[in-house]
């Protein structure tokens, strides 16, 4: 068969997880959760599926799901969507990102990404023909060459522009890296595709954790920016179900309009009963206005158990994810490069985590490595004390 995705092979977080399931190692890889949900949230699914919810709901997803939806932008970005004619019920945020770009970008179109970049956005670009234009994130480093953080490319984002940019992803809190987009950032991105059609498509999943009383800068929030972007996130993230697939795509009725053209003959619609659920669940905005004082709890306590490593750790302002440089342990392994580093990691320390090399087209090396901390404390501390020895 002539393949579409000719260097694709099995996502760097299935390969992680299996290995580190066979060699019990603590999984730091990929990015899920260890402990469960509120229970109110399965006993919400139980309720909608025994009240009968259990065929073919509308296309765009459940009334309640999206107005509870449009309620909460409203609230957190000031910036009402139709709920309607503007949110879409997705299989999680990655096919809401695949229909995106289905959507949008044909043959020839350029896609502009920023690397390193979550691993689908690529491939998804590359199946409907679009070619994806590359640009890398600034790595600041201080004078002993310790990274102290990461910053957007402004300009090579603006040189990156063609007529046949069609697109930007952009993703904030950003995986891998955890980086977060700050206020000032929206209105340079609206300056740069300002008397264009460039459209934006921002992944924002982890929406709700941003930490250190940090606000997140959602699209949304920039009237300019809202009218040309589809908005993605996830309840997986949120409401630590990644198993369940329910997100969704907030964007201006135009884009919604074509988005749903393809998304029908996607996956049509979404399972019923979870959207009730989650509608239901959505009502009491305490999940997820606490998410950030919960992660952050967890971050601290394994920066602080990291600390007494020789792992450098870089900044770690939104997401689940603290990536660290592990170019300075003095040991012998310190000299692979990320990918072998983890397999040794795994399968001679015990703990899995992701090379950050793997979120680029061809392959950058900066010695660093991601954890996830979306774990028990019990499991970051075995997982810390493996490290530590
Ligand atoms: N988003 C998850 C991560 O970054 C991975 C999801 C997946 O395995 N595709 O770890």
């Known amino acids: 068969l002539p393949t579409r995705l000719p260097k694709v092979g099995t996502t760097i977080f299935t390969v992680m997880s299996a290995l580190a399931n066979e060699h019990q190692a603590i999984n730091l890889g990929q990015g899920f959760p260890d402990f469960g949900c509120d229970p109110a949230l399965p006993n919400a699914v139980h309720e909608a599926m025994q009240a009968g919810h259990n065929q073919y709901p509308p296309m765009a997803g459940v009334a309640p799901l999206r107005e509870g939806i449009s309620k909460k932008i409203a609230t957190l970005y000031g910036k009402h969507y139709d709920p309607q004619s503007e949110i879409t019920i997705t299989a999680g945020g990655t096919q809401g990102i695949f229909t995106v770009i289905a959507c949008a970008v044909g043959p020839g179109d350029e896609v502009i990404v920023i690397e390193p970049v979550y691993d689908s956005y690529i491939p998804a670009i590359d199946t409907v023909g679009g070619k994806a234009v590359p640009v890398q994130l600034i790595v600041n480093r201080d004078a002993q060459g310790k990274i ?50 460039i459209l934006i498509c921002s992944d924002e999943v982890y929406e709700h954790m941003v930490y250190d ?30 198993g369940w697939k329910v997100g ?41 206005l606490n998410l950030p004082q919960f992660y952050e709890q967890k971050r601290n306590y394994l920066r602080a158990g990291l600390a007494k490593t020789k792992f450098q750790l870089l900044p770690s302002p939104g997401t689940y994810f603290q990536c660290v440089d592990y170019t300075q342990l003095g040991i012998p392994e310190s000299e692979l490069n990320s990918a072998d580093f983890c397999q040794w990691l795994t399968t001679e320390v015990g703990v899995a985590a992701i090379p950050v090399s793997a979120f680029y087209s061809n392959p950058v090396e900066s010695g660093v490595i991601r954890f996830c901390f979306a774990k028990k404390e019990e499991t970051l501390a075995e997982a810390i004390a493996r490290l530590q020895r």
């Open 148 to 197: 102290t953080g990461y910053e957007i490319p402004w300009q090579a984002i603006s040189e990156a522009i063609t007529p046949s940019t069609k697109m930007i992803m952009i993703n904030s809190p950003h995986n891998p890296t955890g980086m977060v987009w700050e206020s000032g950032d929206l209105e340079k991105l609206a300056e740069i595709v300002r008397n264009t059609n």
């Open 213 to 242: 009383g940090q606000m997140h800068q959602s699209v949304a929030r920039h009237p300019e920016l809202a009218n040309r972007s589809f908005v993605i996130s996830s309840f997986g993230k949120t409401y630590h179900v990644t």
């Open 248 to 288: 969704y795509v907030a964007a201006p009725a135009a884009l919604t309009h074509e988005f749903r053209k393809v998304h029908q003959f996607n996956v049509f619609t979404v399972n019923t009963p979870m959207q009730y659920g989650l509608a239901k669940y959505l009502e009491n905005a305490d999940h997820y």
